[in-house]
């Protein structure tokens, strides 16, 4: 089945620095990669997905990155804000299913 | 006001009872999945159901129970035979059964079990 591995565990970036976080997935037959935000004590939240007919996509300060040859993507944060500071997920779809990375503690100091 | 909706927030327990989470959604999703988390860890899935009166297993099922008699709810028990059930609880829904499978989480219930 699918297995997802995230990097780094945790990120630590100074205000108005970018962040970049990165996940391999081994099925190559996902088709669609979310990423989620969860701040502490609450649900995830989906901030941003790519599908597999999409090398790339941008919502204002985060974008996504897909390379399905060698099976990761990214996701890219500029001009960070210490509101970002969260844990962030990746998850690639499995059979019926979605796979979720071990997640990212980013933290943004001001 | 649409969304998912997890109560109770918080749930104590004694160790040897039975107890149910409620997951409700008024998205008119077909799909939902409990998953499990861990402190400093990822999500773990428990059941899922792609449709009224069917769920299957997911990755930790042992030791936990689901029913899904309409569409909106999809409860959660989490019983004596789960050797470890203090965790956070989130529950999620999709509108499709399949494909893309965009998930969409609720709040969260923390189970402690003393």
């Not at chain 1, 591995?5 to 997935?25: F, M």
């Not at chain 1, 007919?53 to 500029?78: C, M, W, Y």
């Not at chain 2, 899922?48 to 009166?53: G, H, K, R």
Request: proline share 5%; net charge neutral; with cysteine.
């Amino acid at each position: 089945g699918e297995n997802v591995e995230q990097h780094p565990s945790t990120l630590s970036v100074q205000e108005g620095d970018s962040a970049v976080i990165k996940c391999t997935y081994s099925d190559s037959a996902s088709n669609y990669f979310p990423w989620y935000k969860q701040e502490l004590g609450k649900g995830p939240q989906l901030i941003i997905d790519i599908r597999s007919n999409v090398g790339e996509k941008k919502d204002q300060r985060i974008a996504v990155t897909l390379n399905k040859t060698a099976k990761h993507f990214s996701l890219h944060i500029t001009e960070t804000q210490p509101e970002d500071s969260a844990v962030y997920f990746c998850a690639a779809t499995g059979f019926q299913k979605l796979v979720f990375g071990t997640g990212t503690r980013l933290l943004v100091s001001p | 006001d649409g969304g998912i909706t997890q109560s109770p927030k918080y749930l104590f327990r004694k160790e040897g009872q039975n107890v149910t989470l409620s997951c409700e959604q008024n998205l008119n999703h077909d799909a939902m999945y409990w998953y499990r988390q861990d402190p400093g860890q990822g999500l773990r899935l428990i059941y899922y159901s792609q449709i009224v009166n069917d769920f299957q297993k997911g990755d930790i099922a042992e030791g936990y129970s689901v029913s899904r008699e309409k569409k909106e709810s999809f409860p959660l028990t989490v019983t004596s035979a789960q050797k470890n059930p203090t965790a956070f609880y989130l529950c999620a829904s999709s509108p499709r059964r399949s494909s893309y499978n965009e998930q969409f989480f609720g709040p969260g219930t923390r189970l402690t079990v003393l």
